[in-house]
């Protein structure tokens, strides 16, 4: 097999591959003995008959349509793996010679990825939440957990916020009273929706012991106000305050492992500044991710990339719900989504994970970012110890089905992206500019990388030839997609719960 690229308009090229008679004919006689299992001729069993058998009874023609329809894509695939061309869509086979017989040649015309060219990432300024943490956010951290060793003492107050209420309550509903909603002597704290009814913490806040509240509610869910509302009844039988321990050395020593006041306020420091710095770490890289995105514009992202993505995103997608045991449309209920809005949603998140590929490979070009073959022998090392196989046959299966294109992209992109971590000014929410080491871990406390990440797709698919020119950008993208990132208050809140 001999093949040329020709290079086309729009983003295209055209490959031409040249099959020679002898070759193809091993692929003719597969055909054959494809057919010969289909073909049921009298006096031979399924299978045995000889092609010229077959040849006589059903003639070449149809054989070598078969021959075309399974030969033609494994020499497209190898053609375009020997030529390293980027594809991001199917290809347009066309043949040119050898319909009927002799040696065959084939045209397959196929898109490829666009280089485009990105300005204005050297000037690009992204903003973080703040990483101090105040004298006043230790004070709470403390008063939680002081909370957790509180008493409850009678107070001849109205009720706040926090106070615990000893109640009387009763609801109905269409003349009938509310099963588990009806009890004596329940233990309500005030202001936390618990009840998942707002009108009862809203008439409970300033509701005095001896109290009876009566008031109405909507149903819960009726937003067309089809149903009879709640009828609640409140007795307040008492208020309660929530009286905190001294939070002093002896009460420290008591409670927790540390010895004073001042080490534990210290270590909940800085607990909740790491926590902060590993929440800017990963908004800094969301958001400059995000910002180089933009760099490119929409239009200048072909559909086929977005098409690509978006299917490998639902094929993912399905594959991780199956695993839960859900189907797709139990995730829709779930979640509360229509398909159109989700699929809306996927295809948003596609477009913009294409745009930050052709981002991140044009910047790299333009400031000559490259990988060198030891890394990537590291990253195939890395990722074979982690499938606990020997690196060079996880090589060797990388390099049959084209894969080593999409390991160096994949690195490129991530060193490309680590680059542009590196020069991008950052900024907090007072606009004042962060210094890199002060996003910087402590070294014993740096998380330890994940090896083999640019692979691990590739390990995955590697029985798959890249006759459709996947080329993953998951490792690049999460950035982009990470939309669930914890708040500073609830992460340092994790961070000292897990501790605790």
């Known amino acids: 097999m001999r093949s040329t690229v020709e290079a086309l308009e729009g983003n295209k090229v055209k490959v031409v591959v040249e099959v020679e008679e002898a070759e193809f004919e091993k692929d003719l006689d597969a055909a054959f003995a494809r057919l010969a299992k289909e073909v049921r001729l ?9 092609r010229k058998v077959l040849e006589a009874r059903i003639g070449q023609g149809y054989a070598r349509d078969e021959a075309f329809r399974e030969a033609l894509p494994t020499y497209y695939s190898k053609a375009v793996i020997e030529h390293e061309v980027d594809v991001i869509a199917p290809p347009e086979i066309d043949i040119t010679t050898g319909m009927e017989n002799g040696p065959v040649t084939f ?62 309550i ?24 618990a009840t998942g009814i707002p009108e009862v913490d809203e008439h409970l806040d300033g509701a005095s012991a001896g109290d009876e509240l009566e008031f109405e509610a909507p149903y819960p869910g009726d937003e067309d106000g089809e149903e009879p509302p709640l009828e609640f009844t409140i007795t307040v039988r008492e208020v309660q305050e929530k009286v905190l321990p001294e939070p002093t050395d002896e009460w420290v020593s008591e ?14 420091r800085s607990k909740m500044e790491r926590s ?35 299917e490998n995103r639902i ?37 913009t994970s294409a745009r930050l590929d052709l981002a991140l490979r044009a910047i790299a070009a333009q400031e000559t970012i490259e990988v060198t073959d030891d890394e990537i022998e590291e990253e195939i090392a890395d990722a074979a110890q982690r499938f606990d196989r020997p690196a060079a046959e996880l090589r060797d299966e990388f390099a049959e089905h084209g894969h080593l294109p999409s390991v160096r992209a994949d690195l490129l992109k991530s060193k490309t992206l680590d680059w542009l971590i590196e020069r991008i000014e950052v900024v907090d929410e007072d606009g004042q500019v962060v210094a890199p080491d002060a996003l910087e871990l402590p070294e014993e406390e740096e998380p330890a990388d994940q090896p083999g990440d640019a692979v691990a797709d590739s390990a995955a698919d590697s029985a798959e030839a890249p006759v459709e020119g996947r080329d993953n950008t998951e ?14 208050e609830h992460q340092d809140d994790a961070v000292l719960d897990e501790e605790e």
């Open 170 to 193: 009763a609801v109905i509903h269409d003349d009938a009273e509310v099963p588990g909603m009806t009890t004596d002597e329940y233990s309500y704290e005030v202001g936390s929706g």
């Open 315 to 351: 094929q993912d997608m399905a594959m991780r719900l199956q695993a839960q045991g859900l189907s797709f449309e139990q995730y829709l209920q779930f979640s509360g989504q229509d398909r159109d809005e989700m699929l809306g949603e996927i295809r948003e998140s596609a477009g």
């Open 475 to 488: 490792q690049d993208s999460a950035a982009v997609q990470n939309d669930d990132i914890p708040d500073d």
């Open 107 to 168: 045209d397959a015309v196929v898109e490829i990825r666009p280089f485009v060219t990105v300005d204005g990432y050297q000037d690009l300024e992204v903003e973080i939440p703040s990483i101090t943490v105040t004298d006043e956010e230790v004070d709470e951290a403390v008063d939680r957990l002081r909370s957790r060793f509180s008493e409850l003492q009678t107070v001849d107050r109205p009720a706040a916020d926090g106070d615990t209420v000893t109640i009387d």
């Open 276 to 310: 902060r710095i590993m929440n800017a770490q990963t908004t800094r890289r969301n958001k400059i991710a995000e910002a180089v995105a933009e760099l490119v514009d929409a239009d200048m992202v072909p559909e086929a990339m977005v098409d690509s993505e978006v």
């Open 42 to 50: 009298p006096g031979f069993r399924p299978g045995k008959a000889p």
């Open 255 to 268: 409670n927790t492992e540390f010895h004073t006041l001042g080490e534990l306020r210290a270590d909940y």
